[in-house]
């Protein structure tokens, strides 16, 4: 019999509930500060009672029916989404490969064999067959963890899976976040699109005025010269925005991992400024510690040190138990007659005398390896920290800009208005007409621009506090 068997199980499992070497485990402090920055960028603090950002759902931030359709049309299509739930998967077949190596592995086993032997051969005269067939139970090279060796080896492998649900999450809030971000643009250049297409409209009525006026004799070839110019960069733009609005689109089509219905693209952005409801950023130790990306690198922190317990345990003796317990006979029907048991038990003992140092060796990288993940761990919640603050920077001024810009832009506008009024009374040249033009074009475009940066600040925010990894 080749096989171990399974009287000693009960013996064995009892002797392999021993506690792990690995050192106790102790969270890394923050190396950051408790509070977030405060100064001249950041809005007031002031304590609102509500969810925290981590346990809103992305259904409940976001408001844009389009845009929830298009972030739910997402998750199910988007290829990198996919490869995280497979990671998962495959992490779960690795946990449950390591888990397993705890237990015996129980086998059935039968086998028959005939031979013939030869006459004169082992002192017989006349030719004899032999049979012999068996039957059995047994386990085959089951180690007993006497020194947590396995069970180190085991919780290293669950924390990997603990780290790829947590590595699916940050995919997951990413993915909410570019396809915001990336419907959002597209309504901006959309919006600038339609701007310049107006624009164009517009110079090309103040072209045909400055050509009438310049047949009658009342405005120069300059004008003429200027207005014409005027018209040729409205269109430069209708070309480039043209070709914004594509590539937005096509890049849209790539996140959401398909094409996108027509009904669900945004028209312009001053459609889309409530798409977004406002988030509380709360206290860092709450917000940095429940992200997922730095629950991830914690997984993979507590995985590197049960892998040092694994390491020790190299150091002490290693018993493995050989054996098998069945019936055995040389006729089929005597299988399981009386007197027909057979066993045997071989233990093994391994016990490291002289291995030129590697066992020192692996111990110092498994140390080695903790300790960059201690670093990388660490450094994740201040990149997580320095993220968080460059947003609230922005929240606490993209507010006064927009209603600058918004300022701005309307008295632009009346500024150019009047310039045409002067200009068609004779009072200035079409120089002024033309600067009054290129600033309200300018002042409307900037306008586009600080919404974008308003509504995307918004979703920014979002995900940097860890929120749509539900």
């Given at each position: 019999m080749?096989?171990?068997?399974?009287?000693?199980?009960?013996?064995?499992l009892?002797?392999?509930?021993?506690?792990?070497?690995?050192?106790?485990?102790?969270?890394p402090?923050?190396?950051?500060?408790?509070?977030w920055?405060?100064?001249?960028?950041?809005?007031?603090?002031?304590p609102?009672?509500?969810?925290?950002?981590?346990?809103?759902?992305?259904?409940?931030?976001i408001?844009?029916?389009k845009?929830?359709?298009?972030?739910?049309?997402?998750?199910e299509?988007?290829?990198?989404?996919?490869?995280a739930?497979?990671?998962?998967?495959?992490?779960?077949?690795?946990?449950?490969?390591?888990?397993s190596?705890l237990?015996?592995k129980?086998?059935?086993?039968?086998?028959?064999?005939?031979?013939?032997v030869?006459?004169?051969?082992f002192?017989?005269?006349?030719?004899?067959?032999?049979?012999?067939?068996?039957v059995?139970?047994?386990?085959?090279?089951?180690?007993?963890?006497l020194?947590?060796?396995?069970?180190?080896?085991?919780?290293?492998a669950?924390?990997?899976?603990l780290?790829t649900?947590q590595?699916?999450?940050?995919?997951?809030?990413?993915?909410?976040?570019?396809?915001?971000?990336?419907?959002?643009?597209?309504?901006?250049d959309?919006?600038?699109?339609?701007?310049a297409?107006?624009?164009?409209a517009?110079?090309?009525e103040?072209?045909?005025?400055?050509?009438?006026r310049?047949e009658?004799?009342?405005?120069?070839?300059?004008?003429?010269?200027?207005?014409?110019s005027s018209?040729?960069?409205?269109?430069v733009?209708?070309?480039?925005?043209?070709?914004?609005?594509?590539?937005?689109?096509?890049a849209?089509?790539?996140?959401?991992?398909?094409?996108?219905?027509?009904?669900?693209?945004?028209?312009?952005?001053?459609?889309?400024l409530t798409?977004?409801?406002d988030?509380?950023p709360?206290?860092?130790?709450?917000?940095?510690?429940?992200?997922?990306?730095?629950?991830q690198a914690e997984?993979?922190l507590?995985?590197?040190?049960?892998?040092?317990?694994?390491?020790?345990?190299?150091?002490?003796?290693?018993?493995?138990?050989?054996?098998?317990?069945g019936?055995?006979?040389?006729?089929?029907?005597?299988?399981?007659?009386?007197g027909?048991?057979?066993?045997?038990?071989?233990?093994?003992?391994?016990?490291?005398?002289?291995?030129?140092?590697?066992?020192?060796?692996?111990?110092?990288?498994?140390?080695?390896?903790?300790?960059?993940a201690?670093a990388q761990?660490?450094?994740?919640?201040?990149?997580a920290?320095?993220?968080?603050?460059?947003?609230?920077?922005q929240?606490g001024?993209?507010d006064?800009?927009?209603a600058?810009q918004?300022?701005l832009?309307?008295?632009?506008a009346?500024?150019?208005?009047?310039?045409?009024?002067?200009?068609e009374?004779?009072?200035?040249?079409?120089?002024?007409?033309?600067?009054?033009?290129?600033?309200?074009?300018?002042?409307q475009?900037n306008?586009?621009?600080?919404?974008?940066?308003?509504?995307?600040?918004?979703?920014?925010?979002?995900?940097?506090l860890?929120?749509?990894?539900?």
């Amino acid at each position: 019999m080749r096989r171990t068997t399974v009287p000693f199980l009960v013996l064995a499992l009892s002797l392999t509930g021993c506690a792990t070497m690995a050192p106790k485990y102790t969270r890394p402090a923050a190396p950051v500060p408790a509070a977030w920055p405060s100064g001249p960028a950041y809005r007031e603090a002031t304590p609102k009672a509500g969810k925290p950002v981590a346990d809103t759902p992305w259904q409940e931030f976001i408001v844009d029916e389009k845009l929830r359709k298009l972030i739910a049309l997402a998750l199910e299509n988007n290829r990198d989404l996919r490869v995280a739930v497979l990671n998962i998967e495959r992490a779960r077949a690795q946990y449950q490969i390591r888990r397993s190596d705890l237990f015996p592995k129980v086998d059935a086993t039968a086998d028959g064999s005939v031979r013939r032997v030869p006459a004169g051969a082992f002192g017989t005269s006349p030719a004899v067959t032999i049979r012999q067939y068996n039957v059995g139970l047994g386990v085959s090279s089951y180690e007993l963890d006497l020194f947590g060796r396995v069970r180190s080896l085991k919780d290293q492998a669950l924390e990997q899976f603990l780290a790829t649900g947590q590595a699916r999450r940050s995919v997951q809030i990413s993915l909410v976040s570019e396809v915001a971000v990336g419907y959002l643009t597209l309504a901006a250049d959309r919006e600038r699109l339609q701007l310049a297409k107006e624009t164009l409209a517009n110079r090309q009525e103040s072209y045909k005025l400055t050509k009438s006026r310049f047949e009658g004799g009342v405005s120069s070839a300059l004008d003429l010269h200027q207005a014409q110019s005027s018209v040729d960069a409205a269109r430069v733009d209708i070309a480039r925005f043209t070709t914004l609005v594509a590539q937005d689109e096509n890049a849209l089509s790539l996140v959401v991992g398909s094409p996108v219905p027509a009904e669900l693209l945004p028209a312009v952005l001053s459609e889309t400024l409530t798409a977004m409801k406002d988030v509380v950023p709360g206290l860092p130790s709450e917000v940095l510690l429940r992200r997922p990306d730095i629950l991830q690198a914690e997984n993979l922190l507590k995985g590197f040190n049960a892998n040092i317990g694994a390491a020790r345990a190299a150091f002490f003796p290693r018993i493995t138990l050989v054996g098998s317990i069945g019936t055995g006979s040389k006729e089929l029907t005597g299988l399981f007659a009386s007197g027909s048991l057979a066993w045997s038990f071989a233990p093994h003992i391994s016990v490291p005398i002289f291995t030129a140092g590697a066992n020192q060796a692996n111990l110092k990288v498994a140390e080695v390896d903790r300790d960059i993940a201690v670093a990388q761990y660490e450094k994740a919640i201040q990149t997580a920290f320095r993220e968080v603050a460059d947003g609230l920077a922005q929240r606490g001024t993209i507010d006064d800009q927009v209603a600058a810009q918004q300022s701005l832009t309307d008295a632009t506008a009346e500024n150019h208005k009047l310039s045409q009024a002067r200009y068609e009374k004779g009072v200035d040249s079409y120089l002024q007409v033309l600067d009054s033009q290129r600033s309200l074009y300018g002042a409307q475009q900037n306008l586009i621009t600080a919404r974008l940066s308003r509504l995307a600040n918004l979703v920014t925010l979002y995900r940097v506090l860890g929120g749509g990894g539900g």
